[in-house]
Structures are given as structure tokens and as C-alpha cells.
Nanobody, 125 residues
Framework: VQLQASGGGLVQAGGSLRLSCAAS????????MGWFRQAPGKEREFVGI????????YYADSVKGRFTISRDNAKNTVYLQMNTLKPEDTAVYYC???????????????????WGQGTQVTVSS
């Protein structure tokens, strides 16, 4: 199984970026797809998740209203659209796959089966 995240970069505060995560080696529609981030010296934190069918999305309060997760099951890809970026959004962003039926504590990192390698997002002030 591979999760390949891409799309990170350097952006000014107030700008936008769209991250992508391409999955291979798994039945993509069997998995909810989450995004996490980790800033230097901090723990990895939950950003958001989209359910396998795209019926539901859930977000951390810190990104709600600014970030949007979507997915294309035909392309085995999940996206994270980030708008109105702030310097505090600077982090390495990871996508992760969580099998359907493993509960509803979406912030629980241990419930995710597979992780991508991360992509750096840097927001300058």
C-alpha cells in the first residue's frame, strides 16, 4: 500500500494550496481518508476526514471553514483544499487511510492503517 501526498509548498498568509494524496495497493472505497499535520516540536494533529462515500466530512476547529476535503474514488485520490492560510498552518501534512467500520473517533491516529510520507506546507506572514 502506498499513499503519495503532494502539492505542498511555500505560500503567503491569506493564500491557498491544494494537497493531493494518491493511493495504491488498497481498495480505496473501503477506507475513510484523513489528513493530519505536524508542526516542528508538536504532536501530529487531526485536520479532517472524509468518509468512504464522501457523504460526510469532519474538521478540526482550527481549520473549519477554511479547509475542504474531497475525494475521487475513481482516481483513488483524496484532496485537501486549504484557503485563507495562516502562518500557524505551517506543518508537514500527512494523509492517512482508515478502514470503514473502525469507529468514530476520527482523531485517533492509531485507528489509521496506512500513512503517506507527508508534504511540507509553509505559510509566510
Amino acid at each position: 500500500v502506498q499513499l503519495q501526498a503532494s502539492g505542498g509548498g511555500l505560500v503567503q498568509a491569506g493564500g491557498s494550496l491544494r494537497l493531493s494524496c494518491a493511493a495504491s495497493g488498497l481498495t480505496f472505497s473501503n477506507y475513510h481518508m484523513g489528513w493530519f499535520r505536524q508542526a516542528p516540536g508538536k504532536e501530529r494533529e487531526f485536520v479532517g476526514i472524509i468518509t468512504w462515500s464522501s457523504d460526510n466530512t469532519y474538521y478540526a476547529d482550527s481549520v473549519k471553514g477554511r479547509f475542504t476535503i474531497s475525494r475521487d474514488n475513481a482516481k483513488n485520490t483524496v484532496y485537501l483544499q486549504m484557503n485563507t492560510l495562516k502562518p500557524e498552518d505551517t506543518a508537514v501534512y500527512y494523509c492517512a487511510a482508515r478502514l470503514r467500520g473502525t469507529g468514530y473517533n476520527y482523531g485517533n491516529k492509531r485507528a489509521y492503517s496506512y500513512w503517506g510520507q507527508g508534504t511540507q506546507v509553509t505559510v509566510s506572514s
